[in-house]
């Protein structure tokens, strides 16, 4: 779901990157409080971890193709302000090396797949977990349901944004200046995948690495924390 | 402790060029020849916008070397730059504390 250069008008990609801006501020601000110099490489390797998740594109019945993004899993082990920045870095060098998203449109594929996907998988992990211990079951579920309606959420605002453009940019003769299909298909196109495949392979990963990594490193997680600091934190 | 997630960070860099076996494209990320087959026309933003940005690596492939090859050097290189940005972006909003 990276927006190529070109699909969204000038003026969609700088409203959506102007969007962008205090996202970035405030997700710096808290990476500067809350995480410690131990896990920078580990937001470094989250980022590293998203950016090659995206390279399995998974087969999609109609034709196309769909991929996971990781970054609700980022954010549930080192908290959804680090998740903006870890997500948002690979997305950049996707556009930039590998022009994989456009270079204007980054600001609005990082709204989607950095802030948007992170930040609701994680409050609805949260709340499908409640107080359940680490390792158990339900918590494991939480984060593979956040992680599923997060990529879905991200999916549908993708979606939006292509399916405006039609309506709202079209050269004098009518044809479309930008993304050529509206709302009606961009959705369903935009959706059906996701909710069918790429969100059952999204919610697995971050459930299976959620796992290891409850196993391996426990004191990773940033609600391993006092609550205190992440309040601070966030 | 970090070792072990750098493993698993190559290991999956490694298994990457099974992200190729998925044919087509994804929804939304047609380029121009695409674009012309599907509609009969390119929408003029599009044509425009579309050779700006010269990427280095386009769509992960690497000159002079088969799709395989690339992709695996792309997922390296790019993994590396990853990394670098990130850490780069951390230090310098650490400074400016």
Request: with cysteine; proline share 6%.
């Amino acid at each position: 779901m990276h927006i190529p250069e070109g699909y969204l008008s000038p003026s969609t990609c700088l409203t959506l990157t102007g969007a962008m801006l205090p996202i970035w501020y405030r997700a710096s601000a808290a990476a500067r409080a809350g995480l410690d110099a131990a896990r920078v490489p580990f937001l470094a390797m989250g980022a590293v971890f998203s950016f090659l998740i995206m390279m399995f594109n998974i087969p999609i019945p109609d034709g196309t193709t769909a991929h996971a993004a990781g970054g609700v899993l980022i954010a549930i082990v080192l908290g959804p302000w680090a998740a903006v920045i870890a997500v948002s870095v690979a997305l950049l060098i996707q556009a930039l090396l590998f022009g994989d998203g456009g270079v204007l449109s980054f600001g609005a594929n990082a709204l989607n797949l950095a802030f948007i996907m992170p930040f609701t998988g994680y409050y609805i992990y949260r709340l499908a977990a409640g107080s359940s211990p680490a390792g158990s079951a339900r918590r494991l579920f939480a984060a593979a349901l956040g992680a599923y309606i997060g990529l879905n959420l991200a999916a549908l605002a993708t979606a939006v944004q292509f399916g405006i453009q039609p309506l709202l940019f079209t050269a004098a003769d009518g044809t479309p200046l930008y993304c050529p299909y509206g709302l009606e298909v961009a959705i369903p196109a935009m959706l059906i995948p996701h909710l069918t495949i790429a969100g059952f392979a999204e919610a697995a990963v971050t459930a299976l690495a959620l796992k290891y990594v409850l196993k391996t490193s426990p004191e990773m997680l940033v609600a391993a924390r006092p609550a205190a600091e992440e309040e601070t934190s966030c | 402790m970090l070792r072990r997630y750098w493993l698993i960070l190559v290991i999956m860099a490694l298994l990457t060029p099974l992200g190729l076996l998925a044919e087509g494209t994804a929804w939304g990320e047609w380029g121009a020849e695409d674009l012309m087959a599907m509609l009969g026309f390119v929408p003029r933003g599009i044509d425009q916008a579309a050779s700006w940005w010269q990427a280095l690596l386009p769509d992960y492939s690497v000159k002079g070397v088969g799709e395989t090859a690339g992709y695996l050097i792309s997922a390296f290189v790019g993994s590396a730059l990853v990394y670098l940005a990130a850490i780069t972006y951390m230090k310098v909003i650490a400074r400016s504390k």
